[in-house]
């Protein structure tokens, strides 16, 4: 999939482990980890939100197009 999800690279900046995130932004581990492995074939934008205002990023910084 040409969508790079970079999830991890901002967990380890952040020195933040998923469940803190999952628990910050309400999302199961388990989704969590969906997300982060790039399993998941959609992100609702109020989640991608939450995840930015956790991790004090920007979308750009999570996710990545290549081809």
Known sequence: ?????NLDVMLA????KSNELAEIIG???AN????K?????A????TLESICRALDCQPGDILEYRE
């Open 1 to 5: 999939m040409p969508i790079i999800i």
């Open 13 to 16: 900046k952040r020195k933040m």
């Open 27 to 29: 999302l199961t581990t």
């Open 32 to 35: 969590l980890s969906i997300l």
């Open 37 to 41: 492995t790039g399993k998941a074939k």
């Open 43 to 46: 992100i609702k934008l109020n």
